[in-house]
């Protein structure tokens, strides 16, 4: 059974009284973004503002505060200061991204450090660079690494979002893992890290457009990265294998006494999952005293995409690491698909004791490869509805894919909705509630598109949809395949628009998801954000 208007779809686009994306005006939101910022950078430039909600100042040294403006460049010992309600994006050189909460006041002190004087940041960092915060009593150091540094009344928070983070006061340190959490008062010690809802604490920045230069360390043990097997390790447990991919470079591996040669470690990522691995980054400095001349040399990279046995990787690049304890970033032909990666380290700089290196990462590029989706004869989706979100998520991304446009982010708090907006989830029951589909209803004020979008976004779209197959992965595919069959062509998404031209709208970066089962069938809300 299908309840439907063209194909059991509807869509919608912000502002829109009616269905089929009538557009209108998206109302009085100040926001702004900049759709690129690879253009020629100026000399000694540090960044480039990418976003701004409603306002930013800008102080360049010696001058007077000015507001800020998409694009304008920053340099060197340049303020910014948000006031209420206000959040904006930097952008730097090295592609790290500074996002900033409301009533922060920050200094770029050089491109490579941050000084937050109060306030609230989010850090995104690419794995391989290195950009550190300095608050007034802590240094916080991260490579790859999403983080969430807070100053106020004299206490400094530091939040890991995925990744690791190294901070440093005059009385201690402390490593900070993913969903962990540790706070500095005043000159004190940083106290032990807890466990924490690092998604929580972040989601202030999901107003802010993410980027889509999406990399991801999946070495790092926080993220799932396990080593499965070496050759030698060293008998000091400083030494040992796991140091290799903790995110700390002060720590390394170091191989057996007197194995100076085509020693190697090979590397799980977490749940087996299959990346397009375009790059590692090596630090390959002996650490905890050992000679320089221990330092890794010469190296190749092997992958696999079923097992562990020697038989299953296949040498897939070859380099040479200058003798420098720093991350050096080694970027691949062409990305290779894996589950497995090896280093062999072939060589060091003439050292006789071992060969040693402190950190190794394996960068995936964009998403993680997709798993084929769920089978239709599958069993129902588990009552939190996250496998079949995940399915259809896939299937969108792969649609996107075959369009030649970048793939959607699920955005949770779209999905779930909060305390003051139903997101998608709850647009779906309401549909439910009434046996019909719609995106707006007399009814259901509060579950009317666009009042059931709960992030900022300037000109959101929405999709809708029912299906009665008996089986909800089922239901889900044939309501994705009819979207597509509607005309999806420039001339069409440019005007009148429909479901098919919002689910492939380069425009479009995050997407809600609500699935809810009722009345012998499932109801689907999709909203796309951009």
Same mark, same amino acid.
């Given at each position: 059974m299908r309840r439907y208007s063209r194909s059991g779809i509807w869509s919608a686009c912000a502002g829109a009284t009616l269905v089929f994306g009538t557009l209108m005006s998206s109302g009085s939101l100040t926001a702004s973004a900049a759709t690129s910022h690879k253009s020629a950078w100026q000399h000694g430039q540090l960044g480039v503002i990418r976003y701004i909600l409603h306002g930013l100042t800008v102080t360049p040294p010696r001058h007077k505060p000015v507001p800020g403006k998409v694009t304008l460049p920053l340099f060197n010992l340049y303020g910014l200061h948000t006031g209420k309600s206000?959040?904006?994006?930097?952008?730097?050189h090295d592609q790290t991204l500074i996002h900033l909460n409301q009533d922060t006041d920050v200094v770029f002190a050089s491109p490579t450090l941050t000084k937050l004087k109060n306030g609230e940041i989010q850090e995104v960092l690419k794995p391989g660079t290195h950009h550190g915060v300095q608050t007034a009593s802590a240094l916080g150091a991260a490579t790859g690494t999403i983080l969430d540094i807070k100053v106020k009344n004299k206490k400094a928070t530091f939040t890991v979002l995925e990744g690791a983070l190294h901070v440093v006061t005059k009385h201690g340190s402390v490593l900070i893992k993913t969903s962990q959490q540790s706070t500095v008062t005043g000159q004190q010690k940083p106290t032990p890290v807890v466990t924490v809802d690092a998604a929580k604490v972040t989601n202030w920045a999901s107003a802010i457009p993410p980027t889509t230069q999406a990399e991801k360390n999946v070495a790092l043990d926080a993220n799932g990265g396990r080593i499965s097997d070496y050759s030698t390790q060293?008998?000091? /447990?400083?030494?040992?294998?796991?140091? @290799?991919?903790?995110?700390? +470079?002060?720590?390394?591996w170091s191989s057996a006494a007197g194995q100076t040669s085509n020693q190697w470690l090979k590397i799980g990522f977490g749940q087996n999952t299959p990346y397009s691995i375009g790059a590692v980054v $090596?630090?390959?400095?002996?650490?905890? !005293?050992?000679?320089?001349?221990?330092? @890794?040399?010469?190296?190749?990279?092997?992958?696999? #995409? #079923? !097992?562990?046995?020697? =038989?299953?990787?296949?040498? $897939?690049? /070859?380099?040479? =690491?200058? &003798?420098?304890?720093e991350l050096q970033r080694f970027v691949f032909p062409q990305a290779v698909s894996a589950r497995y990666i090896e280093l062999v380290a072939v060589d060091n700089y003439g050292g006789t004791g071992s060969i040693d290196v402190a950190e190794f990462e394996a960068v995936a590029f964009g998403v993680p490869i997709t798993l084929p989706v769920p089978s239709l004869t599958s069993s129902p989706c588990s009552e939190s509805q996250d496998g079949c979100i995940q399915a259809l998520l896939d299937l969108i991304n792969a649609t996107r894919a075959a369009n030649n446009v970048g793939p959607l982010t699920l955005s949770l708090t779209q999905t779930r909705g909060t305390n003051s907006c139903v997101g998608s989830v709850g647009h779906s029951q309401a549909m439910s509630d009434t046996g019909g589909i719609w995106n707006t209803h007399q009814g259901y004020g509060t579950a009317s598109f666009p009042n059931d979008i709960c992030l900022h976004s300037l000109a959101p779209?929405?999709?809708? !949809?029912?299906?009665? #197959? !008996?089986?909800?992965?089922?239901? @889900? &595919? +044939?309501?994705?395949?009819?979207?597509?069959?509607?005309?999806?062509? #420039?001339?069409?998404? =440019?005007? $009148?628009?429909?479901? =098919?031209?919002? @689910?492939?709208?380069?425009?479009?970066n995050q997407v809600g998801i609500g699935i809810y089962q009722s009345n012998g069938g499932t109801y689907v809300t999709e909203d796309f954000l951009g």
């Open positions: 206000q959040k904006a994006s930097i952008a730097f060293s008998t000091d /447990s400083r030494f040992a294998a796991k140091h @290799l991919i903790d995110g700390s +470079t002060s720590d390394g $090596v630090d390959p400095g002996a650490t905890h !005293g050992h000679p320089t001349s221990n330092d @890794l040399k010469d190296f190749q990279i092997r992958v696999s #995409t #079923t !097992g562990t046995d020697d =038989a299953d990787f296949t040498t $897939v690049f /070859s380099g040479t =690491a200058k &003798q420098s304890h779209g929405e999709n809708i !949809g029912f299906e009665a #197959t !008996g089986n909800e992965l089922t239901d @889900l &595919q +044939t309501m994705h395949q009819d979207m597509m069959q509607q005309a999806h062509d #420039t001339t069409t998404c =440019a005007g $009148v628009g429909n479901s =098919a031209c919002n @689910l492939v709208a380069p425009d479009f």
